[in-house]
């Protein structure tokens, strides 16, 4: 094939795939329809689409999907706001037309949520006769939670991660604070430092955390640290309210110093 000939057999294939977009996109229509079927490979069509049930491996799967797709869409009307189109061949009577398309609803009615579709395709055609006949296309929209240059969500993936961590923390913070309330007999929590109630959720989350871990030896730790920063009543305090959380929760530490 000369140069010449094959590039306006490729703008042909453009031209084509622009007129099957609107077909389906901007005139969901029994003749639209019509023009898409005739335009198809019949013997070997299939289609990769955006929705979860779009993997039609043959047209009669794609034409009966086609029917329930332009019921859906009655009533609504799009427009196309940007589109781009590149062809290359792939061989004797084959070729490639791919690009993106931006379409949005256009209602008769303003408004406030509009329906919207940012998608890139791949359609590959097949030259029959004198006109080329659409073999196979796959269409997808980008993934919303995927950053530019991520191979996968993982932006968002490491924010809902550590969101339930956080929420966990959230969780078990206030299980420890409902034990220091519990067993701070006497003592108003407005009188209990940031320190000391550091050192008790410390004390207690690694008594009920950390598998096997000896909560006599966390209450002498506590003790022990709670002495470097607190007065000697509050050590007392600590000792005494670690004391009775063992015992309460029947933990059954060793015997603390």
């Known amino acids: 094939m000369g140069e010449t000939m094959e590039r306006a057999w490729l703008d042909e294939a453009i031209e084509l795939a622009k007129a099957l977009w609107r077909a389906y996109i901007l005139e969901p229509t029994e003749e639209g329809g019509r023009f898409i079927f005739d ?13 979860k049930h779009e993997m039609y491996p043959n047209l009669p799967a794609f034409m ?17 706001l940007d589109d781009y189109y590149e062809a290359r061949p792939l061989g004797e009577g084959c070729c490639l037309v ?12 303003p408004k406030s949520l509009l329906v919207e579709m940012d998608t890139r395709f791949s359609m590959v055609f097949r030259r029959e006769g004198d006109r080329w006949l659409l073999a196979h296309l796959h269409h997808s929209t980008p993934n919303v939670d995927q950053h530019r240059d991520e191979y996968y969500p993982k932006t968002v993936t490491e924010q809902a991660n550590a969101a339930l961590a956080y929420s ?29 109630a550091a050192v008790l959720r410390c004390a207690m989350a690694e008594a009920l955390y950390i598998e096997d871990a000896p909560l006599g030896a966390a209450i002498n730790e506590a003790v022990e640290l709670a002495k470097r920063y607190e007065e000697p009543e509050t050590v007392a305090f600590i000792n005494g309210v670690l004391g009775g959380f063992a015992r309460g929760e029947g933990l059954a530490p060793e015997t603390a110093e």
């Open 168 to 196: 966990k923390a959230l969780e078990r913070r206030a299980e420890l604070d409902g034990y220091i309330e519990k067993y701070s007999h006497g003592w108003r929590p407005e009188r209990i430092t940031r320190t000391a």
């Open 98 to 109: 791919f690009g993106t398309l931006w379409v949005r609803e256009r209602p008769s009615e």
């Open 39 to 51: 335009s198809l490979f019949q013997s070997d069509f299939s289609l990769i689409g955006t929705g």
């Open 64 to 80: 009966g999907g086609l029917g329930r797709d332009q019921e859906e869409a009655e009533g609504i009307t799009f427009e196309i």
